[in-house]
């Protein structure tokens, strides 16, 4: 088993910058993917970034240009840099992990096994 725990949600005014972090714990030489989902009031869970240990990574088209998916993998530890944060990225945000990255369908709830438990971001107008 993988146990995963976010932190760095925070309230913030559009405009500013989060740093959210991912702690793993357990099996985690079983786990070659991460990846960072957000959620909103009303909405799908969608997945936001993935990075694979390799380094490689993809992003959300909404996403793209302000945030960076990076990892240490001594610490296994994950980070989603969220710059120029708008009102449209107030959301849950979770961390998740699996075995192998699915690139194709990445974006998709079903292409992670492990869940982590959510850090709340909230930007303000």
């Known amino acids: 088993q993988v146990q995963l725990v976010e932190s760095g949600g925070d309230s913030v005014q559009a405009g500013g910058s989060l740093r959210l972090s991912c702690a793993a714990f357990?099996?985690?030489?079983?786990?070659?993917?991460m990846g960072w989902f957000r959620q909103a009031p009303g909405k799908e869970r969608e997945g936001v970034a993935q990075i694979d240990s390799a380094g490689r990574a993809t992003y959300a088209d909404s996403v793209q240009g302000r945030f960076t998916i990076s990892q240490d993998n001594v610490k296994n530890n994950l980070y989603l840099q969220m710059n120029s944060l708008k009102p449209e990225d107030t959301a849950m945000y979770y961390c998740?992990?699996?075995?192998?990255?699915?690139?194709?369908?990445?974006?998709?709830?079903?292409?992670?096994?492990?869940w982590g438990r959510g850090t709340q971001v909230t930007v303000s107008s």
């Open positions: 357990g099996y985690t030489y079983s786990i070659d993917c």
């Open positions: 998740a992990a699996a075995p192998t990255c699915r690139w194709s369908s990445w974006r998709q709830i079903s292409s992670y096994n492990y």
